[in-house]
């Protein structure tokens, strides 16, 4: 029930927060901002598809695809009958944003994923993946949590460390890695404002937390693992 308040208020009431603060001005257009009206177009296009087709216009992927990319919208299967065009700020338009749905079992919902984002990530990847063929192991620092660990910029020749703009608190997130040398976003700090902000959130200890962000805005966590609530702050889920 609580899903479904927050989706009827979204559209209203995150607009100043949505409203493309990611990038310097000189870059800002209109393929660059995520405008609700656009979202929303996908969204009544989506609801329509399901209720004419009995499924959802979405894109193939495997089981192991992560789950905030696992339903990609297909545009294809949208235009012309349920929406005109893609929306200029997609992908399929030249924009930044891949337009996916989240809760697809229960209540498919439009959101975004800011492929600025994915292309940092894919590119610290590959410097992390140079380091491994020339050391034969990743650049582990200190240990966050079982399997999980920073990473050591020194070791790599880094002067700085990399982070990503959040576009949920505009914040700079810093990256880690998993057992595997994989990268991934560290959304913790994000999480427990969230976790501040919706005091009368229903996540106990145990449960994956991220969806806090993913119904509270109109972004996904992309790149991001498990995490869970302990002592009223965001921990990795980890077992």
Known sequence: MKRLAIKAVLWTCLVTLLSGCLYPESQKNENQIPYTDQIQSVQTAVEQFQENKSILPIKTRDQETPIYQKYPVDFKKLVPAFLQQAPGNSFESGGVFQYVLIHVEEEPTVRLIDLVTIEKVKDLQLRINDYRRKKNYPPFKDVLAKDRYSIDYDAMGMDEEPTVKSPFTNEQL???LDEKGDVHINYSSD?????????????????????????????????SVAYTIENDKAVFLVK
């Open 174 to 176: 810093p990256f880690f």
């Open 191 to 223: 999480l427990t404002k969230a976790i501040e902000s919706n005091p009368d959130h229903s996540y106990e200890k145990g449960d994956d937390i991220r969806d806090l962000l993913a119904d509270n805005s109109f972004y996904v966590p992309v790149a």
